[in-house]
């Protein structure tokens, strides 16, 4: 907790002083860049426990449309949880399309088995690599007083796989995630609700059919930290049906 504390505190004093850093020159032409990082109590994916106390860093690009972006986690508690991943979509009328590279084999020696030091992230070889592809649709009702939003995700290459009826050979999974998302404001806090599921047989999602993984509200509350820099700060509770479990996650962004 001393160490969530500390990273907080270099965090928030990193951002005030950085607070009136700008990129006029890439504004001019339409690109934004986003540079971010989030401190959680605990990682939560989609209802389910990755690990502890982590830190979330985002770097993205994003021009007319199009966006790239590298996101990561690595936790707090020496567990050796590590996440790489990469996005790149392209979002019109409320329409978002996306392919993602998911990898979290984490750290050599600590988090997996391999005592060599190497976590070989290059290795793209079907049978063998870490690597998951997913493939995503977003769609956000272009209704005001009800901004619905549906997405489906579907992993399509890489890691994913499940045992076939004699126990012995695998076969493609083809995880897919689909969830149903609505955000409203209370009093100044904005909140998002949120419910997933997982539709057929998924070794990601620890599921055997048709199961619901994900029940969550999150409350995001904006602090005033001085004139011209202020602090998002979230609490999400998360509930997986599938798995009987729940989670209460704090987490604050700095951007």
Not at 96 to 113: H, K, M, P
């Amino acid at each position: 907790m001393k160490t969530i504390i500390k990273s907080i505190t270099l965090a928030c004093a990193f951002s005030i002083f950085g607070a009136n850093t700008t990129f006029s020159q890439e504004e001019s032409k339409g690109v934004n860049f986003n540079v971010a990082g989030d401190l959680v109590s605990s990682y939560i994916w989609r209802g389910m426990y990755q690990s502890g106390a982590a830190i979330q860093p985002t770097l993205g690009l994003s021009v007319k449309g199009f966006s790239l972006t590298a996101w990561g986690s690595v936790d707090f508690t020496g567990q050796g949880h590590k996440e790489a991943d990469i996005t790149a979509a392209y979002s019109i009328a409320g329409l978002t399309i996306s392919v993602a590279d998911f990898w979290w084999a984490g750290q050599s020696g600590i988090y997996n088995d391999r005592e060599n030091g190497k976590n070989n992230y290059f290795n793209f070889n079907h049978n063998s690599t870490d690597h998951i592809f997913e493939g995503a649709l977003s769609y956000q009702l272009p209704v005001e007083k009800f901004p619905l939003s549906i997405s489906w995700y579907t992993m399509f290459a890489g890691n994913d796989y499940v045992l076939k009826s004699n126990g012995l050979d695998r076969k493609r999974a083809y995880s897919t995630y689909i969830e149903f998302g609505y955000p409203f404001s209370v009093k100044g806090v904005d909140l998002i609700a949120n419910v997933g599921l997982s539709p057929w047989e998924s070794a990601q999602y620890k599921n055997d059919g048709f199961a619901v993984t994900n029940v969550s509200l999150k409350a995001t509350k904006v602090l005033p930290i001085t004139k011209n820099f202020s602090l998002p700060i979230y609490t999400q509770v998360i509930w997986n049906p599938n798995r009987e479990d729940v989670h209460f996650v704090f987490g604050v962004t700095i951007k």
